[in-house]
């Protein structure tokens, strides 16, 4: 398939279903290029990073017309931006199924796929998921950091899996500036986002790794246990229920005994996710908020590492 029918096959998937409804529209779009590229012998990690390039240049379009129209970009609705993500439960589904299938290629090419998609996500914008701009994603980031108990946060270190440009990390430096704070990702362009983000705290560090190689990323900079594990956002990024176990088993023998455990996820990622998560790194549960937000409910998890030393 040339580029040309790979942007052809887009623009008359987006033209077929956006006109009345744009978020089931977005998701039938996600979809239907999607199922085009896969039905045209695309791998999965391929098609998916396609879509993500679609979606992302679309966004960018966007955006560059608007200000570019009005001069002035200072809000989400200054720049006629929703003010909240836009989504569907479809276009979740289909988010988590492709990631599930990536989860089960074999763990190289998997790890590969998911650099690249995530790389050509953070190369179009260094804030894809526009934590800045949303206040949904403020909303969730202040329930995080209201999550985490003091005692363990000012003990540290605090670790976050997946940290994308930063956004938790600087909300959690500044909850607690005496405490070393570690953010990982497997993007380096979000590395280098994040470490811009918080150069100015000099208690947070932040480096590549994937979540299989966390354990020993942690380790190689002095990190050998862990008060605060914040997971968010991120566990649908690692596969099924199935497969968490694989991808979080370096961590379980850095959490300290008693060790706060923190998932962020929506409602339904959260159901089928945490559980395992939580089983995974040998944790139990010991507080589950449901924050009924009213552009998606998500839930605040909290879990503790077993008090015996390891
Ligand atoms: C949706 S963002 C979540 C960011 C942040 N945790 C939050 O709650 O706002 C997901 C991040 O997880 C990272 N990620 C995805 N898979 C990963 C993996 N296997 N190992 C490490 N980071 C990963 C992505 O690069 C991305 O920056």
Redesign the pocket.
């Known amino acids: 398939m040339s580029l040309l029918e790979v942007g052809l096959a887009g623009v008359v998937a987006r033209g077929l279903t956006l006109t009345r409804t744009p978020r089931a529209g977005l998701a039938l779009a996600d979809g239907a290029f999607f199922a085009t590229l896969l039905g045209a012998g695309l791998s999965a990690g391929v098609s998916l990073a396609t879509v993500a390039v679609w979606r992302a240049g679309l966004g960018l379009a966007r955006l560059v017309a608007v200000v570019g129209g009005r001069g002035r970009a200072r809000s989400p609705t200054s720049v006629g931006l929703p003010s909240e993500p836009t989504g569907s439960p479809l276009g979740e589904w289909l988010h988590r199924t492709a990631f599930r299938v990536l989860a089960s290629l074999p763990p190289r090419l998997a790890r590969r796929t998911?650099a690249g998609v995530?790389k050509v996500l953070f190369s179009l914008s260094e804030d894809p998921?526009r934590?800045d701009m949303l206040p949904y994603?403020r909303r969730k980031r202040v329930a995080l950091v209201d999550g985490v108990p003091p005692a363990a946060g000012d003990a540290g270190p605090i670790v976050?899996?997946?940290?994308?440009d930063g956004?938790?990390l600087q909300a959690l430096a500044d909850g607690y500036p005496h405490t070393r704070i570690v953010g990982?990702?497997?993007?380096p362009l979000?590395v280098t986002a994040a470490r811009r983000r918080t150069a100015h705290q000099s208690h947070v560090q932040v480096e590549q790794?994937?979540?299989r190689g966390a354990g020993a990323a942690l380790q190689a900079v002095g990190v050998s246990s862990i008060a605060v594990l914040v997971v968010?956002?991120?566990l649908y990024?690692?596969g099924g229920p199935a497969q968490l176990a694989v991808?979080l088993k370096t961590l379980a023998p850095l959490l300290k005994p008693s060790a706060v455990l923190i998932l962020?996820h929506g409602t339904s990622d959260a159901e089928r996710l945490h559980p395992a998560a939580v089983t995974a790194l040998d944790c139990s549960t010991t507080d589950r908020v449901i924050i009924d937000d009213p552009y998606r409910p998500f839930v605040v998890e909290t879990a503790r590492a077993s008090d015996d030393p390891h």
Do not use: K, M, Q, T
Request: hydrophobic share 50%.
């Open positions: 998911r995530f998921w934590y994603e976050e899996l997946g940290c994308a956004h938790n990982l990702d497997i993007s979000a790794a994937d979540a968010a956002e991120v990024y690692l991808e962020v």
